[in-house]
Nanobody, 126 residues
Framework: QVQLVESGGGLVQAGGSLRLSCAASGRTFISNIMAWFRQAPGNERAFVAGISWSGASTAYADSVKDRFTISRDNAKNTVYLQMDNLKPEDTAVYYC???????????????????WGQGTQVTVSS
């Protein structure tokens, strides 16, 4: 497994921006497919965005497409989630996840990830 620590959450008004960071340790970072998930109270943990090993390919949930951007810096063992034009429905705990996989990189099911961070709260007020 890899150890993941998220940061950057907080309270923001609708239309504002936040950037989440996830620092990884314990396993060769570039070997991992990385993703962000989120979970709102009473809801299942849901896929938000994913990124391939080099960062050349990305994928997004329809609800965040064109507003969120996932990126990674393999030299810093860190993955980011830039969130712009935030909406109240984006309020959730955001989790970073890692999967040690080869082949297909576009993983969206939480069961496919073997390492998780502790989560960071994002609250968007209207």
């Amino acid at each position: 497994q890899v150890q993941l620590v998220e940061s950057g959450g907080g309270l923001v008004q609708a239309g504002g921006s936040l950037r989440l960071s996830c620092a990884a340790s314990g396993r060769t970072f570039i070997s991992n497919i990385m993703a962000w998930f989120r979970q709102a109270p009473g809801n299942e943990r849901a896929f938000v965005a994913g990124i391939s090993w080099s960062g050349a390919s990305t994928a997004y949930a329809d609800s965040v497409k064109d507003r969120f951007t996932i990126s990674r810096d393999n030299a810093k063992n860190t993955v980011y989630l830039q969130m712009d034009n935030l909406k109240p429905e984006d309020t959730a705990v955001y989790y970073c996840a890692a999967a040690l996989r080869a082949g297909a990189w576009d993983l969206r099911a939480k069961g496919e990830f073997d390492s998780w961070g502790q989560g960071t709260q994002v609250t968007v007020s209207s």
